[in-house]
């Protein structure tokens, strides 16, 4: 099978049709190599932007599982959209690069690829594979101002809803803005646990479950993506009422080693439970068109003379 594959993929037809593309990927190999290596030795090694590389990895995906779709599409190249995306692209990742700010160096990527395909192929081949750019966006890491701005309100609320429950089912817990005490242990709520970065890579989460099983209801797409919110909430008072709990039984060393960890994966299990369970109630309610299907009343049969 994999030979076979690769034989159809070497031949001179498939190889014409990529020979197009070859100068374009060089020229993005140029640009961006150096961006995305600075990415994974620096803010992609933090636990808050550890999401990056997943993020990428994924996007890199839904555009491959999308592209026989995007070619096969009609060839309408649109110039004048096309050179005025990439040129803003262009212009975005100088000045990122030169000013060392990655909102724009690695937000240019978007525009220089859709740029590129619209070039080539036009709106045809971006309609087929629009979300696999779209989900890109999430990969690129915010202004330091705009998360600080908005972490610390989410850390607070969270730590709160922690502590309330907590203490609700009879746990010794105590709280001081965004320091949980719990017995004879001290919890920092820090940004990696309860930070814009977490919600913004569960709503990364939700959208994909959403592309990925595709319903028919409209209805039902918009209220779980309006959920999506509260979803991811929820995921991270999840998370650090699980870190606490670790802490409280076993002790610091178990809540800031392997199984801090672990709540991480207890954080995308959770959200990913609840994405699925809440998929299923609106099943019940919307099923699979945009409005519960209604009752046909049933005609009784006349009588047979």
């Known amino acids: ?25 060089l020229g993005l190999c140029v ?3 150096p961006s995305f290596v ?5 803010i992609w090694a933090t636990d808050a932007q550890a999401h990056g590389p997943l993020v990428l990895a994924l996007s890199l995906w839904l555009i491959y599982r999308k592209w026989p779709a995007m070619m096969a599409a009609p060839s309408r190249p649109a110039p004048v959209l096309g050179w005025g995306m990439l040129a803003i692209g262009l212009l975005s990742y100088m000045l990122g690069r030169s000013q060392e700010l990655l ?5 240019s990527l978007l ?8 070039l080539h192929r036009g709106g045809g081949a971006f309609k087929e594979g629009w979300f696999g750019f779209f989900f890109m966006m999430f990969m690129v890491p915010l202004p330091s101002p705009i998360v600080d701005a908005l972490t610390q309100p989410i850390q607070l609320l969270v730590s709160t809803v922690a ?11 105590a709280r001081s803005g965004v320091i949980l005490q719990i017995g004879q242990y001290q919890l920092l709520v820090a940004e990696a646990c309860a930070g814009l970065h977490t919600l913004f890579t569960l709503e990364a989460l939700g959208l994909l479950y959403m592309n990925l099983v595709r319903h028919q209801s409209l209805v039902r797409n918009v209220v779980l993506s309006l959920l999506i919110i509260p979803i991811s909430f929820t995921a991270n ?16 060393a178990a809540g800031q080693g392997f199984l801090h960890g672990f709540s991480g994966m207890v954080l ?3 959200a990913l439970a609840l994405i699925i369970g809440l998929d299923s109630l609106l099943k019940l309610r919307f099923g699979g068109g945009g409005e519960p299907a209604a009752r046909v009343p049933t005609l009784a049969k006349e009588p047979q003379p």
């Open 268 to 270: 995308f299990l959770s």
């Open 1 to 25: 099978m994999l030979e076979t594959n690769l034989r159809a993929a070497l031949t001179p037809q498939a190889l014409a049709r990529w020979r197009p593309w070859v100068p374009m990927l």
């Open 111 to 118: 525009w220089v690829l859709v740029g590129l395909l619209l």
């Open 163 to 173: 502590e309330q429950i907590l203490y609700t089912v009879g746990y010794p817990v």
């Open 38 to 42: 600075d990415l994974f030795s620096g």
């Open 237 to 252: 008072v999840i998370r650090v009422m699980t870190l606490t709990l670790i802490t409280y039984y076993f002790g610091d």
């Open 103 to 107: 909102l724009l160096e690695i937000g």
């Open 31 to 33: 640009l961006y190599v």
